[in-house]
Every structure is written in structure tokens, then in C-alpha cells.
């Protein structure tokens, strides 16, 4: 059984710098062959993909340049570094990943596995 788990998330100041972590489970030592994605979700707004990572280790539509995704496959681990954060970067941030040696997503339905989020929150 697949699972994710996020942490790392928190109140950051406007400007500042946070990274969120995803563990992963269940996926023995393949762990680059799963496309790992991020997403966020703000109150009254839909889920929408911020940044994945496929097997090549490539990030994949990182959100504006401020936002980088790396992954330790021995500790099975995918990284969300987020810097210049801005007050509507406010979201729960939740990592999904699809079956291995599928492609990257924007798309939060084509994602088959699902964190059960964590909250970012930059105010001053």
C-alpha cells in the first residue's frame, strides 16, 4: 500500500523561505520511477499543481520560478523548496503521486495517491 505523508508546514514571514517534505511508503526502492507532484489548495479555490517531479529528476512546471522540487530516493523522500514566499502562497500543500513510469500532471484526478496535506500560512 502506497502512502504519503507531508510535513514541514507553518507560518512563514512574506519574502521567507519554508520546505515541505513527503515520505513515501510502500514503493520499496523504485521511488524514481513515481512522478511525485505537489499541489495546494486555498479556501474556495480548486486544487491546482504547483511543481512535480518525474524519473528523470526533472521539476516539471515549477509555480514561477520560486518554487523547486528534489527527492532522496534513499530516504525516500520528495522535497518542496519554497522561496520569495508571498501571502498567497497561503494553502494546504498536499503531495500525490501516480503509478510509476507515468508522466507528469497538472491534473489533481489523474494522481492515483495522496498526502493528507499540510497548511503553509505566510503572514507578517
Known amino acids: 500500500q502506497v502512502q504519503l505523508v507531508e510535513s514541514g508546514g507553518g507560518l512563514v514571514e512574506p519574502g521567507g523561505s519554508l520546505t515541505l517534505s513527503c515520505v513515501v511508503s510502500?514503493?520499496?526502492?523504485?521511488?524514481?520511477?513515481?512522478?511525485i507532484g505537489w499541489f495546494r489548495q486555498a479556501p474556495g479555490n480548486e486544487r491546482e499543481g504547483i511543481s512535480c517531479?518525474?524519473?528523470?529528476?526533472e521539476n516539471i512546471y515549477v509555480q514561477g520560478g520560486r518554487f523547486t522540487t528534489s527527492r532522496d530516493v534513499d530516504k525516500k523522500t520528495v522535497y518542496l523548496h519554497m522561496s520569495s514566499v508571498k501571502p498567497e502562497d497561503t494553502a494546504v500543500y498536499y503531495c500525490?503521486?501516480?503509478?510509476?513510469?507515468?508522466?507528469?500532471?497538472?491534473?489533481?484526478?489523474?494522481?492515483?495517491?495522496w498526502g493528507q496535506g499540510t497548511q503553509v500560512t505566510a503572514s507578517s
Open positions: 510502500g514503493v520499496d526502492r523504485d521511488l524514481h520511477l513515481w512522478p
Open positions: 500525490a503521486s501516480r503509478r510509476p513510469w507515468r508522466l507528469c500532471s497538472k491534473q489533481p484526478n489523474e494522481y492515483e495517491y
Open positions: 517531479i518525474n524519473r528523470s529528476g
